[in-house]
Every structure is written in structure tokens, then in C-alpha cells.
């Protein structure tokens, strides 16, 4: 590991002056992911400003019936908040199926949103990786592709996005809030990440100097109901080949609103707006005819997949598992 | 890049000067000479540097040091009184629970953090209920241990023993 200048961020606007003007800086949370890769060398910082200790860790329970999560709430304590096990149970499940406890405890919102592929090649110096090192080639395509993208990928990357609880934040509209070096601004969570592109070096549309201060969710009306699926290779952690996270709500047998996004499939969490199209104002009464309508709408979004050699499978999961969860939440089924 | 930072350790105050480099494990064993904490896969994946944190469960390979000025740390020597072994470690003995013992002081840890997190009502993702009670049940603890690996392939008596030791 290469030495790295350490820095204490005082306060959130020193925070970002301290990160502003240098090329090879990162903010540390709670290092889960970053140091991990600063081992490996895959990152290799000059400074590192520790936002860690910063005033930022607070969940409020907002007057719209909303919440802020600050982003270096612990990814433990945001999952036991009594007013996320009560209102957003897909993101209480999400986060709980990620990690394992201790790493959790150390995990923050944050880090977690920006976290990095597990593309093993990205990981592995001795391999080339477009994503490391932009122009190298990709060693996934034509390789081992089994975590790879079906949906949005590239000839550049295909890789996916691991985390789970920006699946579930997908699909619960979240905001993000941004302070930059030239001042505050929201992004929706769906267009925080991108797509791989022809710059698949760049996760996300931030800059190196912008901090993540807090993440909103907007309040979810009376009867939704909501759940995350999740589908790995063995009972516990490890990450998702294919992810649901859903949101219903059906009133009078008509779904009146309903939002989906997978884990697992994309570069970014993939909010399956395709799908909730063909669901939108479809009647749903828990029966097994239900199963169709669930059929058709996986299927409409799961068309423009793209599967590789190692992860035709992920197609027919994906659908099924779409399926699984609304019948899962259309039967209040957890 | 040097720094000096201060940690409580198994109830001792340390001093030292730290590379920033340096993860929180490394300090604990090569800068302090705690070497309950093992360095298994050093990269999170196998939970056998797990100490309790200011009274949590947390890994210690992927932190540096110089982030945790002011910490204080129980390691699982720390957890013994003397010659007298605490409850969870005594139900690790009773069980069998290990086999060479290099993932058990990981273990004994996360089982402590564990239960602190079970007693206020964290439910984890086998919970049925989120906002119901918690009842440590087999699967519960076999949820809630899955970070820390055992090599040995001891995980039948780690779960025994984990349920003793919540006694
Ligand atoms: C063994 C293991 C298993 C895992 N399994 C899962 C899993 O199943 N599911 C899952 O979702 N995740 C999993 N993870 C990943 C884990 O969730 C992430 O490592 C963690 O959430 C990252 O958060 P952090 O605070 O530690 O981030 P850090 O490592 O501190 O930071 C990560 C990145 O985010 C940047 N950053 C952090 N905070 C901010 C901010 N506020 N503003 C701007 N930039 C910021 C950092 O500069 C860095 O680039 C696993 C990790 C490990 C080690
Ligand atoms: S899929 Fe992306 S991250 Fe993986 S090797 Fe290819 S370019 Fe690199
Ligand atoms: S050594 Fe820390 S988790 Fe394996
Ligand atoms: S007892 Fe040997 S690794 Fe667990």
C-alpha cells in the first residue's frame, strides 16, 4: 500500500474543502470496502479524508412521514431503527442480508451506495479490467461471468453493482443528498450510478470531491407493502446473484402503485420500469391467476436481457423471482 | 505517515504511534501484542479478527488504526477474569466447539455482540417479524454467526455452544 496522507474531516464543509483540489483523494467511512481494495491495489489514495467521526449519523423521522438517513449512519443501526422495521421492511431486509453483523456494524450508508463491483478481474491486478484501468480491455467478457450483468452492460464492462440496499432504496424513490464544491444538490437514487458505457471507470455521476450527507426516502401511503428477495449461492453471506426489491400497494383488487428493482442483474440497482407498467392498474386478488399478470410484467422487462456465457440462468431467476415476490406481497407474505 | 493514538485494550490504556497504513488488527497484534484477533483471510470474509468495538461486534482487518484514536476494544482475552473463563468460553470448551481454536476468539466475540444485539430486539433476516420480538432460535444464531467461518468445520457445537452461552 502506498503511504497516504490522513486527514480528520473537522465538519461536513471541511470535509469536502479537504477533498477538493487533489486528484488521488477518497473519503473513509467505515472502510469496509476501501481499505479492502487499498490491500489489494486496486485503490491507491494520497489522501484520505475520514468522514467517520462527522455529525452525520443521525435517522429522522421526517414531518411528511418520511426519513433522512445521514450518510455514515451504520448499516446495523439503520436496519434495527424501529421506524424502518415498521414503514420500509424491503430496506430493514435488504441491509440485513448483506455482510455479515460485524461487518455491518462498520458498514455506513455512504460507503455502502458507493461500494464497488466484486468483479473478480477488477480485483485481480494481473488481469486487465477497463473498469481499473480504462482502456485495457475486459476480462470478464469471455470469461468467468456467473455475478455479470444481463441487463445494460456494454462491450466495455459487465459487471454489476453488489450492494443490496441500493436495491431496496431504488425502488422506495430515495434522494440523495450531495454537498460538492460548488454546494448542495439532490439526485435521485435511481440516476446515482451509471451505466457502464464506454467509461465504465466512472460507478457513478459524482466527483471525487462530493460527499454523500444524507439519503431521503419518501413516506410510503397507508397499505403498501413492501419486501426484498434475495437469491445467492449459499443461505448467507454472500452477495446476490439475483435481488427483488418490491413495493405494492392494491386497493379495491387493482394495484395502484407498484415499483421494482433488481439487484444483481445491472451496473446500477435496476429499476424494472417495464414491469411495472404492465402491472400498474392490473386486477390483483391474491388468487393464483394473479401469477400471469406477474408473468407477463417480468417477462416484458426481462426481454432486452442480454445474458452471457456463464449467466443464461439469470434470466428465468430474475423472472422468477419478480413473480415470487408479488405473490409473496400481494398474499402479505414476507 | 506516522500518528499517535490512544485505546483502551482489554481494559489497559495503550499508547502508540501508528503507521496510518496500519489496519486496527495489525495494531492490536504487532503494535499492542493482543494476539487474541487472528488474521484469517485478511479481507472481511472470515470474521476471525472480530473484537467487540466500544461494546460491538466489528471486524478489525479493513479499519486503520488511526480512525479509532480513543477506542476502546475487548478482544477475547479480555473477556476471561483471570484464570476465570467467561460463560461463552466455557461453553465453547463444554461443546467442543473448535477444533485447532484459530477462528474461536472471533467467535466468542461476535457470539457476545450477538446477543447484545438480539437483547435489544435487532431482528436479523431469518426474524419472521421485524417489529415482534426475538427468540434466539438454531436458525436465528446460524443466521447471525454466518461472518465468522470455522475451517475446522466445527459449526454444529459452535451453534450448541452459542445457545449455552446465551443462557
Ligand atoms: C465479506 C464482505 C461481504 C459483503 N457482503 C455484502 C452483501 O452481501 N451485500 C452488500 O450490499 N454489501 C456487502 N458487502 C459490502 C459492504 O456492504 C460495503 O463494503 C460497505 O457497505 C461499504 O461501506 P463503508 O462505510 O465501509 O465504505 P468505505 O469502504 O469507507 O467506502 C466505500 C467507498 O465509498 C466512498 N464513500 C464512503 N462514504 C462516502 C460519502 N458519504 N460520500 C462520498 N463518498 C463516500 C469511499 O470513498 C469509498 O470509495 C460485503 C463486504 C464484505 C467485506
Ligand atoms: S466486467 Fe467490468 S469490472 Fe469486470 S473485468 Fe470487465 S471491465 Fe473490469
Ligand atoms: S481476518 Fe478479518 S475477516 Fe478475516
Ligand atoms: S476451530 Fe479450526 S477454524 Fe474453527
Redesign the interface.
Known amino acids: ?1 502506498i ?4 486527514r ?1 474531516a473537522p465538519d461536513v464543509d471541511g470535509a469536502v474543502a479537504a477533498a477538493t483540489g487533489w486528484g488521488g483523494v477518497a473519503f ?1 467511512a ?3 470496502n476501501l ?2 481494495h ?2 489489494l491495489g486496486v485503490a491507491a489514495p494520497e489522501v ?1 479524508v ?1 468522514i ?1 467521526r462527522l455529525p452525520l449519523d443521525a435517522v429522522e423521522e421526517l414531518p411528511d412521514g418520511g426519513l433522512r438517513i445521514g450518510a455514515t449512519v451504520r448499516n ?1 443501526d439503520l ?2 431503527h ?1 421506524a424502518v ?2 414503514d420500509y ?1 424491503v430496506l ?2 435488504a441491509l ?2 448483506g ?5 455491518r ?2 458498514a455506513t450508508t455512504g460507503g455502502n451506495l458507493l461500494q464497488r463491483t466484486r468483479c473478480a478481474y477488477f480485483q485481480d491486478l494481473s488481469t486487465p479490467c477497463n473498469k481499473r484501468e480504462p482502456g485495457t480491455g475486459c476480462s470478464a467478457i469471455g470469461g468467468y461471468t456467473r455475478q455479470h450483468a444481463i441487463l445494460g452492460a456494454s462491450a466495455h464492462c459487465v459487471a454489476t453493482h453488489p450492494s443490496d440496499m441500493a436495491v431496496a432504496m431504488a425502488a422506495l424513490d430515495a434522494q440523495v443528498t450531495v454537498l460538492g464544491t460548488s454546494g448542495r444538490r439532490v439526485i435521485p437514487l435511481v440516476e446515482l450510478h451509471r451505466l457502464p458505457g464506454d467509461e465504465p471507470h466512472r460507478d457513478t455521476v459524482l466527483s471525487p470531491s462530493d460527499l454523500i450527507t444524507a439519503v431521503e426516502l419518501p413516506p410510503l401511503p397507508e397499505g403498501t407493502r413492501s419486501l426484498y428477495r434475495k437469491v445467492r449461492d449459499r ?3 454472500a452477495f446476490a446473484l439475483v435481488s427483488v426489491a418490491a413495493v405494492l400497494r392494491v386497493e379495491d383488487g387493482v394495484v395502484r402503485d407498484v415499483r421494482i428493482a433488481l439487484g444483481g442483474v445491472a451496473h446500477k440497482p435496476w429499476r424494472a420500469r417495464r414491469a411495472e407498467d404492465v402491472l400498474r392498474g392490473s386486477p390483483v386478488d391474491g388468487s393464483p391467476a394473479d401469477e400471469e399478470v406477474f408473468r407477463r410484467a417480468a417477462e416484458a422487462e426481462l426481454a432486452g436481457a442480454a445474458p452471457l456465457a456463464g449467466n443464461g440462468f439469470k434470466v428465468p431467476l430474475a423472472r422468477n423471482t419478480v413473480v415470487s415476490a408479488l405473490r409473496g406481497l400481494s398474499r402479505e407474505e ?1 | 505517515m506516522d500518528s499517535e493514538i490512544q485505546l483502551r485494550v482489554d481494559g489497559r490504556r495503550k499508547r502508540l504511534r501508528v503507521d496510518t497504513r496500519m489496519t486496527l488488527l495489525d495494531a492490536l497484534r504487532d503494535g499492542i501484542g493482543a494476539t487474541a484477533p487472528k488474521t484469517g483471510c485478511d479481507h472481511g470474509q472470515c470474521g476471525s479478527c472480530t473484537v467487540l468495538l466500544d461494546g460491538r461486534r466489528v471486524i478489525t482487518c479493513l479499519t486503520f488504526a488511526v480512525a479509532h484514536d480513543g477506542a476502546d476494544i475487548t478482544t477475547a482475552e479480555g473477556l476471561a477474569d483471570g484464570e476465570w473463563l467467561h460463560p461463552m468460553q466455557r461453553a465453547f470448551i463444554e461443546r467442543d466447539a473448535f477444533q485447532c481454536g484459530f477462528c474461536t476468539p472471533g467467535q466468542v466475540c461476535s457470539a457476545l455482540g450477538m446477543l447484545a444485539e438480539v437483547e435489544a430486539g435487532h431482528p436479523s433476516v431469518a426474524t419472521d417479524d421485524l417489529t415482534g420480538p426475538v427468540e434466539l432460535t438454531d436458525e436465528e444464531i446460524r443466521e447471525r454467526m454466518s461472518g465468522n467461518l470455522c475451517r475446522c468445520g466445527a459449526y454444529v457445537n459452535i451453534v450448541d455452544a452459542v445457545r449455552d452461552g446465551a443462557r
Open positions: 500500500m503511504p497516504f496522507d490522513y480528520l473513509l467505515g472502510g469496509t481499505v479492502d487499498m490491500k484520505l475520514d467517520s446495523s436496519a434495527a424501529p422495521r415498521r421492511p430493514a431486509r440485513l442480508s455482510a455479515s453483523g460485524q461487518v456494524n462498520l443461505a448467507s453471506y414476507r
